[in-house]
């Protein structure tokens, strides 16, 4: 049999892994922070309708611009969030993610660096190294909160084209206040990278996934977005819309950032029936939003019981709770696993991270614990 060929796999990728948490057919699937409630009955209804007349049009290319999708956008975002901006200020893209390789597709690449925070999201430095750049990461707190100077410090040393700052923070929950967001963002007007003998801004993207899920009287960061032009804001619908099946994501940010961003993305990479789709699930917005405020209750409640067992939780404005620290987390993982809940090993050593359910996978997880842990 003849050997196959050699490939040209790039060097730093030999030692790679894909991504990937565990998909398992649980009872209690409380691992990857998805919404745990599916579409109501209307949603699906008109999502269908929605789908099947784009359906008669797929000898076409879609909307290039899909400007009927960033006006639906734009009305959900007034809603949410009470603030007004222009079609020219939305953007959107299969997911978050292609979102953040985007934004790095035109401003980071070969010779940049690119700013984060130790315990954050995982795929963060997945996305800088697919655009050749340089990770690097400032340490947070002791209660994993922002650790403000160290930022602010990293900023004037490594001069990053772009700062990744989830807010709410993945997978601690914790977020920032206005007024250190926007200490960073004055800092950032010139710490960026020197072009032509001038300095340029660092792009600080604020990674909102689960922005509906902070306390309402946690501001967005969508409202620092008319002071500051080299702001741009990240959110989706996976969470928020229990959309995590359709990867429809979107950023809100200044012209200038969607003019840049559209010189690197991909022809048509909208497809009309996601178009169609995400149009449709933006109509259903006010039951959306009632539901996050039961997942918000629900995820102060759990929080407060493992903290009454002496767990140290941090304060999360997420759809998820870290709790911890275990000699041997991955045993109390594994123990919880054989009795259909699928939970998160993930972030600080020692911790586990918990999905917020619906009411009865919540008791499923707290009636497993409480066996796991007796």
Known sequence: ??????LPLREELAQVTPYGAPQLEVSARLNVNENPYSPSLEMITDITQAVSEAAAGLNRYPDRDFTALREALAGYIKRESGLD????????ANGSNEVMTQLLGAYAGPGRTVLGTEYSYSMYPEYVRGAHSKYVTVPRQSDWNLDLDALLQ????????????????NPTGTASGEAELVQILQQAKETGPEINGRPTATVVVVDEAYGEFRDPEQPSALALLE???????SRTMSKSFGMAGLRLGYLVAAKTVIADIMRVRLPYHLSALTQAAAIAALGH??????QLAELRERRDALAAWLEAKGYTVPKTQANFVLFGPFPDRHQVFSDLLDRGVLIREVGPAGFLRVSIGTAAEDQAFRKAFEEVTK
């Open 285 to 290: 917005a006010e039951e959306q939003l009632r």
């Open 154 to 169: 990293g900023l004037q040393e490594v001069r990053p084209s772009v700062l990744l700052l989830a807010n709410p923070n």
């Open 1 to 6: 049999m003849e050997q196959s060929p050699l």
């Open 227 to 233: 002071k500051f032009p080299h702001l741009a804001v």
């Open 85 to 92: 901006f222009p079609v020219e200020q939305i953007w959107a």
